[in-house]
């Protein structure tokens, strides 16, 4: 139902930038709340960030709030994540991934394939 493609990693210095794209694609696309997570090597994936197609509230992990912005653009099926001030403990593999909402709770059933961003020191 869901086809989610990330693109935009890559090799950056300490407090630079880079913007992630998510691209979306299906007929119930607009009914999912998005998120981000990330995997470094040797931890487990953990929550970055999330954004509803509905309302637009957003939802940050403390670690990269005020640094990292996720934004969308209804009209390309797009979700972005924009990264500032990157630190090296940045560095991993981000995935976007599409949520229902159950209960009051999100449950991620699609997930892209992840890109990378790798942060030198």
């Known amino acids: 139902q869901v086809q989610l493609v990330e693109s935009g990693g890559g090799l950056v210095q300490t407090g630079g930038s880079l913007r992630l794209s998510c691209a979306a694609s299906?007929?119930?696309?607009?009914?999912?709340?998005m998120g981000w997570f990330r995997q470094a090597p040797g931890k487990a994936r953990e929550f970055v960030t999330t954004?509803?197609?509905?309302?637009?509230?957003?939802n940050y992990d403390y670690s990269v709030t005020g640094r990292f912005t996720i934004s969308r653009d209804n009209a390309k099926n797009t979700v972005y994540l924009q990264m500032n001030r990157l630190k090296p403990e940045d560095t991993a593999v981000y995935y976007c991934?599409?949520?229902?909402?159950?209960?009051?709770?999100?449950?991620?059933?699609?997930w892209g394939q992840g890109t990378q961003v790798t942060v030198s020191s």
């Open positions: 954004i509803s197609w509905n309302g637009g509230s957003t």
């Open positions: 991934a599409a949520a229902r909402v159950v209960d009051g709770t999100l449950r991620y059933d699609y």
């Open positions: 299906g007929r119930t696309f607009s009914s999912y709340a």
